[in-house]
């Protein structure tokens, strides 16, 4: 389904209250949409409720997605509260570090329980109202650019399982959209690069206080900083491109001109184990 506008509109935006989360929800609220955020942290969530508050109504409520009856029993609130529910952002993740051959079951374990059991909650929870009500809705999800490769200048960050969890997703809102073909429920996948988060400019200001620490730098080289600082767009550009691929009807919403490259350099080497093995 396609918004030409979102004025009066429901949106609930999980992980709303800081990062692209804040700017999704900043910008649902500049169209006149209704705003619903969640958080972990109360006190964070109130904080961004009086700070975007002056830009229409907007409330917090706090939500473990990663709990279904949690997400129940919002849902449940929100069609209460508010008649109807026509946005949902699944956007409630975390970007922990992790070592194929060093991550412990549990850290796995969380990692996909945030950002990927989380997801399959929402679309559980919500999609089966946005297709009763019969006004349609549509439901984004936060991929990454590691939701389709492994990109050029991320090898030494370690982000090996987050980029499972992000391929994981892409290929569940696939098979969920062809499940919705005949429906006025819509999905798409949000493909961000380097955003200007909390604790992406909490991560640069540390190397511009530290800039030759060495366990800083095993992460971050001089080469990775300068990728990530010159690729990086800030929360309110993620969410602007976020909803123009929406209201486009597009499935997949990438960020950033590099994340091309690096699917042309997946599809290139595909192509060649393709021509190598005669399967043309």
Same mark, same amino acid.
């Given at each position: 389904?396609?918004? #030409?506008?979102?004025?009066?509109?429901?949106?609930?935006?999980?992980? #709303?209250?800081?990062?692209?989360?804040?700017?999704?929800?900043?910008?649902? $609220?500049?169209? #006149?949409?209704?705003?619903?955020?969640?958080? $972990?942290?109360?006190?964070?969530?109130?904080?961004?409720?009086?700070?975007?508050?002056?830009?229409?109504?907007?409330?917090?409520?706090?939500?473990?997605?990663?709990?279904?009856?949690?997400?129940?029993?919002?849902?449940?609130?929100?069609?209460?509260?508010?008649?109807?529910?026509?946005?949902?952002?699944?956007?409630?993740?975390?970007?922990?570090?992790?070592?194929?051959?060093?991550?412990?079951?549990?850290?796995?374990?969380?990692?996909?329980?945030?950002?990927?059991?989380?997801?399959?909650?929402?679309?559980?929870?919500?999609?089966?109202?946005?297709?009763?009500?019969?006004?349609?809705?549509?439901?984004?999800?936060?991929?990454?650019?590691?939701?389709?490769?492994?990109?050029? #200048?991320?090898?030494? $960050?370690?982000?090996?399982?987050?980029?499972?969890?992000?391929?994981?997703?892409?290929?569940?809102?696939?098979?969920?959209?062809?499940?919705?073909?005949?429906?006025?429920?819509?999905?798409?996948? $949000?493909?961000?690069?380097?955003?200007?988060?909390?604790?992406?400019?909490?991560?640069?200001?540390?190397?511009?206080?530290?800039?030759?620490?060495?366990?800083?730098?095993?992460?971050?080289?001089?080469?990775?900083?300068?990728?990530?600082?010159?690729?990086?767009?800030?929360?309110?550009?993620?969410?602007?491109?976020?909803?123009?691929?929406?209201?486009?009807?597009?499935?997949?919403?990438?960020?950033?001109?590099?994340?091309?490259?690096?699917?042309?350099?997946?599809?290139?080497?595909?192509?060649?184990?393709?021509?190598?093995?005669?399967?043309?």
């Amino acid at each position: 389904m396609r918004f #030409g506008s979102l004025k009066d509109k429901v949106a609930l935006v999980t992980g #709303g209250a800081k990062g692209i989360g804040k700017g999704l929800a900043r910008a649902c $609220l500049q169209e #006149g949409a209704r705003v619903i955020i969640t958080n $972990l942290h109360e006190d964070q969530g109130r904080a961004t409720q009086k700070e975007l508050g002056d830009l229409g109504r907007i409330r917090s409520e706090p939500c473990d997605s990663t709990e279904r009856d949690q997400v129940e029993s919002l849902v449940n609130d929100i069609m209460q509260e508010e008649g109807s529910l026509d946005l949902v952002f699944s956007n409630a993740g975390a970007g922990d570090q992790h070592r194929v051959l060093s991550a412990q079951p549990e850290e796995i374990d969380r990692i996909f329980s945030t950002n990927f059991r989380s997801a399959v909650n929402l679309a559980q929870c919500c999609v089966p109202r946005m297709l009763e009500q019969g006004s349609g809705g549509h439901l984004m999800f936060t991929g990454s650019e590691h939701s389709v490769s492994l990109p050029k #200048g991320n090898e030494t $960050l370690g982000f090996s399982f987050y980029g499972a969890t992000k391929h994981a997703m892409l290929i569940m809102a696939e098979w969920l959209r062809n499940d919705l073909l005949d429906t006025e429920v819509s999905v798409s996948v $949000l493909m961000p690069g380097p955003v200007l988060t909390e604790s992406v400019i909490n991560t640069f200001e540390m190397l511009k206080r530290e800039p030759d620490n060495p366990d800083l730098r095993a992460i971050f080289s001089k080469e990775v900083e300068g990728l990530l600082r010159e690729r990086a767009i800030t929360t309110d550009q993620c969410a602007a491109i976020a909803l123009k691929g929406m209201r486009s009807g597009l499935f997949y919403i990438p960020t950033q001109p590099h994340i091309f490259d690096d699917i042309e350099s997946r599809f290139g080497e595909l192509k060649a184990s393709f021509e190598a093995l005669n399967l043309k």
